[in-house]
């Protein structure tokens, strides 16, 4: 289900694209590649998404378990889809000028806006919950639940920063941006901490919440003290902040995860019949 | 795999915003905002799939079934789209001038298309069928194959309003999408009420069957009726038209499911261990 | 999980129709009229991707094990994506004139790009690979991993044939695309002739798996030598090379699918409980 809301996020980046009035994408390019703080936060993100990636298949090389496996290939998908993010952005295939509407701190310019980091979030966070949520040993209406409402956030994210219509219109997304945030907040915060101590997990799931609530909560700051929001900070400094965080909430949380699953304790192993598509019951191979 | 298809509505979607040549997404929230009656049918619907949110957020306060609280947060999900949607409309984010083909009723003339609503029937409707499937206790492949169809009927009918090039071409998207619909149609009608028949939800389920199929009918006849079709009925009204459809297909439907679901009777929930993605099965966690 | 890549296709696809510089949906449907090799590659796909839909209906009308029927719906969506795929292509809806970047064979020309190809392939091959994976009996973690890096291949190929700001970064899109083919290819020949010979299957499985992979390897070969890469062949030369491989990769493994299929042999069925959403475990139902 939480794919569906996933799709906007495409059209809305589609109508950023749009607003590209002016600007051709190879003068975006340039544009980029003339701006060394710019191109470093996406090409240092490209070199470390795949070296997550490489990591991941060298420390899960004898994971046999297919629970196991599950989880490992989650946290590579955060990874995949990062790395496709960021080489996206950096090529100026999913970044645009947008001319901010009036009442904007930066009312009339036009401003270099990486709608793709937003779209992007849509398409990696849900693997990040996934993750978190087999660790914490959930099920599928919380983790579905996650997945949708992560989707949701980030798409009206994604809506607030190519709205340039009214300012009062971006706020609004971003009001409805934080409200499905704030339900993510509780999962992590209280379901799943419940599940993850019934599950054996609450220490390796644990340190992981404490490192994705925090890391979570300076996306939204981020988008409010950048361009988009009151445009305190510039587009170099915001995109840097996005791409450390991202370190941190994607390729740190990976490695801890994989590393702990790698060794396939009990807790996270579910035994060779998991999930076959043979079994009386649900194949679940959507 | 459904949602493979919803994919497309976006990039369907994104062409109909290129199709916005003249008008800046600020030109067209200003004749929105012009239009009362096109702007209160956005409007209006933002409060209610708003009130709905928290309308069972109230109601289902005390469900703690798994199987239960997975068919509340389907209802939940289809009125978060719906926000968004309304929003995105709204904001003229989602919507376009086309210039209709020759041979269309309104060949040569720049048609404000609502393309945003096409595109997240795709988005929400699946969320419907999931809800309505549960509540039967249907099967992975009924429920899949009806979601499925519902976003390739989505899709289609979106291409078929973005299509500007020929009135032929958008009248053989409508017969493509009309076909799926049937597909749906005979779900909801063969399929389903035998598996609640034997689930013990006829009563409950027949009510909701015949409001859905009833209203259901009402899109593509609108689609038919409106400025995307033989262009009897006006913009507002049919915007009008949609949004009513809405009230019912959606928010009216939504609170007669969690009204039933709320009171946790057995036909509907399955135990603490559902959906459990320790279970030695599929955790179904995509 | 797999379906968050996919949506980053149509933001892609968005971009492309961005660069559709000069020419409209009317004029580009009109150069694929004046070009009957071109139109002819688009309409015969969409007649046989019909005629495809109902020898399935057909063929199994009288299937009722819900396990046989998962794979016959899964075989019969690859058409329903491509029959939809087929006629955007043919409406001028989802192609576009781009401008190829210095470097490039077509350096400066306005070249014909059949992105709604590159999108499509995003929809219709997860559906390919799930028959295939049922088929072979295997779990929920191989058939996502094979549907999630079907999915970022093709986006990721996509985003090459839609970037036009520089010939480096669209063969660093070719390079990571082909690495999410071998995870793919590896599934297929390793992977899963494994779990098919303990399904039981091996016989039909293999004879897929051949057309498969060796369809497959086509795709990438003339993307690499058509007009998106090194341009030794044509446009119209191209398509029709698409259209063929579509022709086997799908209507042809989808037909062998279902004939093995209609007959309900005791190693693709699984019960009339199968994916029951009833049962204590997940329904998958998303």
């Known amino acids: 289900m939480q794919f569906m809301t996933s799709a906007s996020a495409l059209l809305l ?9 002016s600007q051709t994408q190879t003068e975006i390019f340039e544009y980029i590649l003339s701006d060394s703080l710019l191109a ?12 997550t990636i490489v990591a991941i298949a060298y420390l899960a090389r004898n994971v046999t378990d ?35 509407p009036a ?4 009312e009339g310019q036009e401003v270099f806006t990486m709608w793709g980091r937003y779209l992007t979030w849509a398409l ?16 599928l209406t919380k983790i579905s639940t996650s997945v949708a409402f992560t989707i949701a956030m980030c798409v009206t994210g994604l809506a607030a920063a190519l709205t340039t219509s009214s300012v009062v219109m971006r706020w609004w997304w971003f009001v409805l941006s934080s409200i ?11 379901e799943w901490p419940a599940d993850a101590q019934a599950a054996g997990t609450t ?38 902040g996005y791409s450390l965080l991202d370190v941190i909430a994607k390729y740190g949380v990976t490695l801890l995860i994989v590393t702990y699953v790698a060794k396939e304790p009990d807790e996270v192993t579910a035994g060779s019949n998991y999930g076959s598509s043979l079994s009386k019951v649900v194949p679940s191979d959507d």
């Open 103 to 106: 009442g904007h701190a930066l």
């Open 203 to 240: 220490d390796i799931f644990n340190t992981l919440k404490i490192l994705t609530v925090i890391t979570w909560f300076g996306y939204p700051l981020l988008w409010f003290l950048g361009v988009e929001g009151i445009a305190v900070l510039g587009t170099g400094i915001t995109s840097w």
């Open 40 to 51: 470093s936060s996406f090409v240092v993100n490209i070199a470390l998404a795949g070296l």
């Open 124 to 139: 990696s966070t849900p693997f990040i919950l996934i993750a978190l949520g087999l660790l914490a040993g959930s099920n």
């Open 66 to 100: 297919p629970r196991a496996k599950l989880i490992v290939i989650s946290t590579m998908l955060i990874s995949v889809v990062s790395i496709s993010s960021y080489t996206g952005l950096a090529s100026g295939l999913t970044v645009s000028f947008l001319e901010m």
């Open 13 to 21: 980046g589609a109508q950023g694209g749009l607003l590209q009035s």
């Open 180 to 190: 499905f945030f704030l339900v993510i907040i509780y999962i992590l915060l209280v």
